[in-house]
């Protein structure tokens, strides 16, 4: 933002100044290229240096996330992304004829591992082209990773490109290009970014820094796959329709009872929804969408749970904060079916401040739960579907982080709302707690000292033990000195005598 930006944003929006100005004075950013971290960023080497850049320019809003990752996971994670926009650059490329689509996509995960492989024949249009021309780069540092981490890549990588391979020969020789029901719209959802997710959770435990359990956490790594793509999904919709791709399923924008609720019959086409006079209609597809990518809010809030290490959280927990923030954006919003819409950059300055630990995100996601909620009118057909899709975004929040409870700013201490009628049971728990806890310590202390007192007592016994085996041996070596001496002094008495 230059300086007049700035001084603008003063003036008309005092409260987003002040957050983005705390947010450019205590947010570092990491620098890939410190001679320090050479070891881990592989800044040094040539190749890696082109593929950082090439993050910048292709990942946009991932690039700054994907730096914060800790050691070299911000390299493992960066190759990981642009192998995937490699992939999804030779989907996308709508120039490419079937025949010759086909076999790049079912092969990728071979081309990826050989060395040198570059592919100059995408559209002059495609606007991550460069790419793959200068792909080599990426497949250089691939064959330098870990085995455990490229296995992971290759793996979800053969898994993509089957699925995309099979949507985009459906799409081109059938000519079928709206996806039909919900589980189509899954279905694809999990290939493109479902799949992101699991192999996230492969890489994170491959590095040690999360449990190896994480690697086997399926369902919750695609929800949150599903949650981040249904959002964009939803947001980019003129987007999409103006470049003639539709990933709305048929099932929700051509469903007979959103025409039916305005007297018209259902959609035939999705660009019907951005015409004049089918606004009401389009609100309420608009809401069964929203309401589709609601139901992976708590899987996303489980899966947040389960993360250890701080640097991993904030990757993760970022986008899913922005993505609730963009659902509330997008719900009963009609600038969304005319232009492409973004949360504002202070509201995304505050999320990325906010999203520091589960607790905290938990409260996020009530608050746009609430929000939405709130802008919700019984006339909306999914009405009641949207309000126990928020209530169990609520109840989430209310069973992990009950509102009763009360930590202090430094999270060492709680208390417990006098006024909540829970507070008392939860304060009988926690005595009972405490007490159990503390007989178990008495019981440990005496433990403790009777296996010194034990210890001591054998030691006097050893001890005495010993001084009386002395003593006897003393008796016995004088009784034999006086016996020796009394038959000497017998013998001279003897031999004097004689
Ligand atoms: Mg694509």
Request: glycine share 6%; charged share 25%.
């Amino acid at each position: 933002m230059g300086a007049l930006s700035w001084l603008v944003l003063l003036v008309t929006h005092p409260l987003e100044f002040r957050i983005l100005l705390q947010y450019w004075l205590w947010h570092d950013q990491r620098d890939v290229s410190l001679p320090g971290d050479h070891a881990n960023t592989g800044w040094n080497r040539e190749s890696m240096k082109k593929c950082w850049g090439f993050l910048d320019v292709t990942s946009r809003s991932f690039a700054a996330v994907i730096k914060q990752l800790e050691g070299e996971l911000a390299r493992v994670v960066c190759l990981y992304y642009l192998v995937l926009r490699g992939l999804d650059t030779i989907e996308d490329d709508m120039s490419l004829p079937d025949e010759k689509k086909q076999p790049l996509l079912r092969n990728f995960h071979n081309y990826t591992l050989t060395s040198g492989w570059t592919f100059t024949e995408s559209g002059p249009d495609e606007p991550d082209r460069q790419l793959l021309v200068e792909y080599g780069n990426v497949v250089e540092e691939l064959r330098m990773l870990k085995p455990d981490y490229l296995d992971v890549i290759v793996e979800i990588t053969k898994k993509m490109e089957a699925g995309m391979a099979d949507y985009a020969h459906k799409a081109q020789t059938t000519g079928e290009v709206y996806l039909e029901k919900i589980e189509e719209y899954d279905l694809y959802c999990h290939y493109v970014a479902g799949l992101v997710g699991e192999g996230l959770s492969g890489l994170f435990a491959a590095s040690g820094r999360e449990g190896s359990f994480m690697a086997g956490q399926l369902e919750l790594s695609n929800s949150m796959g599903l949650f981040l793509q249904k959002t964009n999904i939803i947001r980019d919709y003129r987007e999409d329709v103006n470049q003639k791709r539709y990933f709305w399923p048929r099932e929700i924008w051509g469903n007979e009872k959103y025409g039916a609720a305005v007297g018209k019959p259902a959609f035939k086409e999705m660009k019907e929804m951005y015409m004049p006079g089918n606004e009401k209609q389009a609100e309420y597809v608009q809401s069964a969408m929203v309401l589709n990518a609601l139901c992976h809010a708590a899987d996303s809030l489980d899966y947040l749970r389960l993360l250890k290490n701080q640097s991993v959280f904030n990757f993760c927990a970022i986008p899913q904060t922005m993505a609730i923030a963009t659902l509330h954006l997008c719900f009963k919003n009609p600038t969304m079916f005319q232009r492409n819409i973004k949360i504002r950059k202070a509201e995304a300055a505050h999320l990325i401040m906010r999203s520091k630990n589960p607790r905290d995100v938990a409260y996020i996601f009530r608050e746009y739960a609430q929000r939405i909620h709130a802008k919700c009118t019984p006339d909306d057909p999914s009405f009641i579907k949207i309000a126990a899709a928020c209530g169990r975004i609520e109840k989430w929040c209310e069973d992990q982080y009950p509102s009763f409870v009360q930590m202090s700013q430094a999270g060492k201490s709680q208390t417990f709302d006098q006024s909540d009628a829970r507070s008392p049971v939860a304060r009988a728990l926690d005595e009972r707690q405490r007490t159990a806890w503390l007989e178990k310590r008495r019981e440990e202390l005496l433990a403790t000292t009777k296996d010194v007192v034990d210890a001591a007592r054998t030691q006097r016994q050893q001890e005495a033990s010993t001084g009386e085996t002395l003593k006897y041996v003393a008796m016995a070596f004088g009784i034999v000195v006086v016996v020796s001496l009394g038959s000497v002094y017998g013998i001279m008495w003897a031999i004097d005598n004689l």
